[in-house]
């Protein structure tokens, strides 16, 4: 059975500060998903990571998959409050039907002005 | 491009009435998953649909929950008879398998029984 494990899961920072977030997985595979969720609503899609070593960038947030390490991280550079939100990370627990994405339980940003 | 919709976005009902959650994937799409999200227990799949066929509905709690994929434009879970503790936001989602698996979520429907 495929486990996702995302630590923190609650993260408290200042505005300016630099950040990452752990994603570990336990079963092999090459596909690792990051969304975001605002409180009240639903899941948007930040990064799609495809590949070993892949690595993602969109403002402030960048991300990487190390499928080796069965890790990915997400990295917050100079956080700001519009970052306060849930992130997860999911996993794809490929079958030959189909994929099925596992998520992680979740961390939890709050950025302090 | 619409996205994922669901239907209602909120339903409050009695113990022990049959509850029905709707969604539309979006077109083209040919994975439709449900989820269903709570504090004490995060994110958990229900069931999931590849072209239109039930793959795993192992994360289904009980007899109780049902899912349907008539079409690939139509799927339906309904709850015969509610409990207090099936009290949850459920998420539809859909995706093209073939291209990158990326899910995209409906707005949820917030589900209390009372």
């Known amino acids: ?67 080796k390490a069965r890790l990915s991280t997400l990295h917050i550079t100079a956080a700001v409050h519009d970052l306060s939100a849930t992130y997860f990370c999911a996993v794809d627990g490929v079958n030959n039907a189909g994929n099925m994405l596992t998520f992680g339980g979740g961390t939890r940003l709050m950025v302090k002005p | ?21 709707r969604c539309k994937p979006i077109s083209g799409h040919n994975s439709l998953f449900w989820y269903r999200q709570t504090m004490m227990r995060g994110l958990e799949l229900l069931i999931y649909f590849n072209n239109n066929v039930p793959i795993d509905d192992s994360g289904m709690p009980e007899d109780r929950f049902s899912a349907k994929m008539p079409n690939a434009s139509f799927s339906t879970l309904k709850i015969q008879p509610s409990e207090p503790r099936d009290s949850a936001v459920y998420f539809c989602a859909s995706s093209f398998r073939q291209f990158t698996g990326e899910l995209f979520f409906g707005e949820g429907s917030r589900l209390t029984v009372l």
Request: proline share 3%.
């Open chain 1, 1 to 67: 059975e495929l486990k996702v494990e995302q630590n923190p899961l609650f993260l408290s920072m200042q505005e300016g500060k630099n950040y990452t977030i752990y994603c570990n997985y336990s079963t092999t595979s090459d596909r690792l998903y990051w969304y975001r969720q605002d409180p009240g609503k639903s899941l948007e899609s930040l990064f799609v990571l495809l590949s070993n070593g892949a690595v993602k960038q969109e403002g402030r947030l960048m991300a990487s998959l190390d499928t």
């Open chain 2, 1 to 21: 491009d619409a996205g994922v919709i669901q239907s209602p976005r909120h339903e409050v009902t009695e113990m022990g009435q049959e509850v029905t959650l």
